[in-house]
């Protein structure tokens, strides 16, 4: 049974300040690892995509990667209003194939103005 | 580009009434997906299409039916709706060819509800 925990939150993080979301998966062949943001009452739109240990960045989004104790996480700078939303983390044993994304609850972030 | 595109937006059935709901992609991806979701439980894997032609199961699978029409269209089938079936649906697809190209794009969902 693959497994994707998160704290579902909510996190309150002030704003312009670095939120911190954590993710741990049960299965060490995982191999492709994802985060998305959800807005309410709309679809998961992708943040940051990672495959290989350690840090990738883009913008103000970090991805942070540790396959050997199972986790991802993503790290918001300057955090702004916007970024108010719930985020998903989700992995897939692929390498190179096609099968589905096993998901996280995901974590309710609040930036407070 | 639409991107993935998903009809109907909302529906309501009755218990025992049948539906399809309809998503086409324009970004010739290979591999098309359904999945629920429900508060509290996260985003759960229905069926899925790793290219034209295939379809397999994922982790809630029954009482649903799927077809690939054609590379653009997947849709989800609901035989004979139940109470349970009370979610929201959402369709995405993927290139899928390599590890890099395995991004799932999701479209804007179709909210249901069975009384």
């Known amino acids: 049974q693959k497994e994707v925990e998160q704290n579902s939150g909510p996190l309150s993080v002030p704003e312009g300040a670095i939120a911190s979301l954590n993710c741990t998966y049960s299965?060490?062949?995982?191999?492709?690892f994802f985060w998305y943001r959800q807005y309410s009452g709309k679809s998961p739109e992708l943040i940051m995509s990672?495959?290989?240990?350690g840090d990738k960045e883009d913008g103000r989004f970090t991805a942070q990667l540790n396959k050997a104790s199972q986790y991802v996480s993503l790290l918001i700078r300057d955090s702004q209003p916007s970024d108010s939303a719930t985020y998903l983390c989700a992995v897939t044993l692929t390498g190179g194939g096609a099968d589905g994304l096993t998901f996280g609850k995901g974590t309710h972030l609040i930036i407070q103005p | 580009n639409a991107g993935v595109t998903q009809t109907p937006k909302f529906q309501v059935l009755k218990t025992g009434q049948s539906m399809t709901l309809q998503c086409a992609q324009d970004m010739n991806h290979n591999s098309m997906y359904w999945y629920r979701q429900d508060p509290g439980m996260g985003l759960r894997l229905i069926y899925y299409s790793a290219s034209e032609g295939t379809t397999d199961k994922g982790e809630v699978p029954n009482g649903y039916n799927v077809s690939r029409l054609n590379k653009r269209e997947f849709s989800l089938r609901l035989e004979s709706a139940a109470p349970s079936q009370t979610s929201v649906y959402f369709c995405?697809?993927?290139?899928?060819?390599?590890?890099?190209?395995?991004?799932?794009?999701f479209g804007p969902g179709t909210r249901l509800l069975v009384l």
């Open positions: 299965d060490r062949g995982s191999q492709s």
């Open positions: 990672i495959y290989s240990n």
């Open positions: 995405a697809s993927s290139e899928a060819l390599y590890a890099a190209s395995t991004t799932q794009y």
